[in-house]
């Protein structure tokens, strides 16, 4: 069992940045790789970033790639997403989650969800 809780969203206009962060309680979090998937109103949620392990490995979509940073830290239980250069498309509910790999992640296989933080980019 683990619990995610996720916290930075918030407001931010174009081309500027925000820092999520993803704090887990239970299991361990060095046991999953965790990762961030986004849902906008009418699309389908994605996998925006994934992160191994060890952290050894990351995974971008395409269109966040050069722009977010994945992070962690598993001392803390944490994970980060650093997005720069943010545009009002990064419009979304941010979601933190964990699975047993980056690729579990990629096609949604996920052991664990945080509630989700939102974050709206305006133009």
């Known amino acids: 069992q683990v619990q995610l809780v996720e916290s930075g969203g918030g407001l931010v206009q174009a081309g500027g940045s925000l820092r999520l962060s993803c704090a887990a309680s239970?299991?361990?979090?060095?046991?999953?790789?965790m990762g961030w998937f986004r849902q906008a109103p009418g699309k389908e949620r994605e996998l925006v970033a994934a992160?191994?392990?060890?952290?050894?490995?990351?995974y971008y979509t395409d269109s966040v790639k050069g722009r977010f940073t994945i992070s962690r830290d598993n001392a803390k239980n944490t994970v980060y997403l650093q997005m720069n250069r943010l545009k009002p498309e990064d419009t979304a509910a941010y979601y933190c989650a964990v699975g047993p790999t980056i690729v579990a992640l990629t096609t949604t296989l996920v052991d664990y969800w945080g509630q989700g933080t939102q974050v709206t980019v305006s133009s």
């Open positions: 992160i191994s392990r060890s952290g050894g490995m990351t």
């Open positions: 239970g299991r361990t979090a060095s046991a999953y790789a």
